[in-house]
């Protein structure tokens, strides 16, 4: 699901790409977009972009503003899958469920395309009032307002299911909360307010008047707490461009960033939202009952051998094992051999629920002269019986 940095990234791809373009006409809108008709037409117009956590706005200015429309405002949540590409016109993206159209010729279309169709807009330019400050751009009253509210019901859930609330913490997700609490060791069923009243004290200290600007600079960086990290880790992704829509194919480096999040070794539960949450070690004293960790399994690595390694002795008595080992096959071998034969065979009819029927022992054969010595007695017997 994209975070605050594939928001921040998308509106820096539509600032630079699209700057210096010039787009004319509607705004298409395809049938099935979660979204209202926007009704703004134009002969020339430009489209500039702002994020704010998980959400970004476009706004759509007439290049003539005394003989064109107002400008437009839209509110864009991603959802699961959306994201903003550039393509010609004639090549549109499937799922592209609403596009702007340059005026240049053969024209394109800047598209914001959401497989999945979780993604949304809204006509205006008002955030959603339920979310908070976001952790990249306001980053201040991002604090200040976690801090000031840590008597709020939702602190008494634990840390990682908190770090998703949007209230407090606008734009940090799945993988962004797991590499999170994972740098600083905090288990992630460890009670939300135990963690962050201690910055509360943390806080006091920071003020200290004794302390200069370079020493508290120093401070925050040799020890950052995890609002500060909220700040910092997506910025990481946003100025190494890892998930940037103009490098598509720097995925790889994204997952080589990833520290926690979908590492084999990782240890991995579901919390009571249904989300799936990576960590190292102990899950904490919150963590659901009836849950197992489970391991994120390990790639199997090939390891070459070294060709100026010494080889092993081989012993006669080994040699032996190894020749009669090569002969003789696994009685497992066998019988899976036979399993592969046995299912291998026609089926007729409906024999496969009948019982198998074990047929009668043959008896042995009777030799010629015995047979013709019997054939002899039955004769006589006959011509010697009284006539009734």
């Known amino acids: 699901m994209p975070e605050c940095p594939e928001l921040h990234l998308a509106g820096r791809f539509i600032n630079g790409t699209c700057g210096e373009l010039v787009f004319a006409?509607?705004?298409?809108?395809?049938?099935?977009?979660?979204?209202?008709?926007?009704?703004?037409?134009?002969e020339a117009y430009s489209i500039s972009a702002i994020a704010r956590g998980k959400?970004?706005?476009?706004?759509?200015?007439?290049?003539?503003?005394?003989?064109?429309?107002?400008?437009?405002?839209?509110?864009?949540r991603f959802g699961m899958s959306g994201s903003f590409r550039l393509c010609p016109a004639a090549e549109l993206p499937r799922h592209a469920?609403?596009?702007?159209?340059?005026?240049?010729?053969?024209?394109r279309a800047l598209?914001?395309?959401?497989?999945?169709?979780?993604?949304?807009?809204?006509?205006?330019?008002?955030?959603?009032p339920e979310r908070g400050p976001c952790v990249i751009s306001e980053y201040q009253a991002f604090r200040e307002n976690v801090l000031k509210n840590l008597d709020d019901r939702v602190f008494d859930k634990p840390i990682c299911e908190v770090l998703l609330n949007q209230k407090y913490f606008n734009g940090i997700g799945n993988y962004l909360r797991a590499e999170i609490l994972y740098r600083l060791k905090i288990p992630p069923f460890?009670?939300?307010?135990?963690?962050?009243?201690?910055?509360?004290?943390?806080?006091?200290?920071?003020?200290?008047?004794?302390?200069?600007?370079?020493?508290?600079?120093?401070?925050?960086?040799?020890?950052?707490?995890?609002?500060?990290?909220?700040?910092?880790?997506?910025?990481?992704?946003i100025t190494a461009e890892l998930l940037d829509p103009e490098h598509s194919d720097n995925y790889a480096a994204f997952k080589d960033w990833l520290q926690c999040y979908l590492v084999p070794g990782m240890s991995s539960l579901r919390d009571r939202s249904?989300?799936?949450?990576?960590?190292?070690?102990?899950p904490g004293p919150m963590a659901p009952k009836g849950q197992r960790p489970r391991k994120t399994p390990r790639k199997s690595s090939q390891v070459k051998a070294d060709p100026e390694a010494p080889c092993p002795k081989v012993t006669p008595r080994a040699l032996k094992q190894r020749r009669r080992a090569a002969v003789t096959p696994l009685k497992s071998e066998v019988k899976e051999k036979e399993k592969e034969e046995e299912a291998d065979r026609?089926?007729?009819?409906?024999?496969?629920?009948r019982r198998k029927v074990t047929p009668a022992p043959a008896l042995p054969e009777v030799p010629l002269s015995v047979r013709t010595s019997r054939r002899l007695s039955a004769r006589r017997g006959q011509a010697a019986a009284p006539a009734v």
């Open 25 to 42: 006409g509607g705004v298409e809108r395809s049938p099935v977009g979660r979204g209202p008709e926007v009704p703004f037409r134009s």
């Open 55 to 76: 959400e970004l706005r476009l706004t759509l200015s007439a290049l003539d503003p005394a003989a064109g429309p107002a400008p437009q405002d839209l509110v864009f």
């Open 97 to 107: 469920h609403l596009r702007f159209l340059t005026r240049e010729s053969p024209p």
């Open 111 to 128: 598209c914001f395309v959401d497989p999945r169709r979780f993604g949304s807009w809204r006509l205006g330019d008002a955030w959603q």
């Open 190 to 237: 460890e009670k939300a307010r135990t963690v962050l009243e201690a910055l509360q004290e943390q806080e006091k200290s920071k003020k200290d008047p004794s302390l200069t600007l370079s020493k508290k600079v120093k401070l925050r960086q040799e020890n950052p707490d995890l609002l500060e990290l909220c700040h910092t880790v997506p910025k990481e992704v």
């Open 274 to 282: 249904g989300r799936t949450i990576w960590f190292q070690g102990e």
């Open 346 to 353: 026609p089926r007729t009819g409906r024999a496969h629920g």
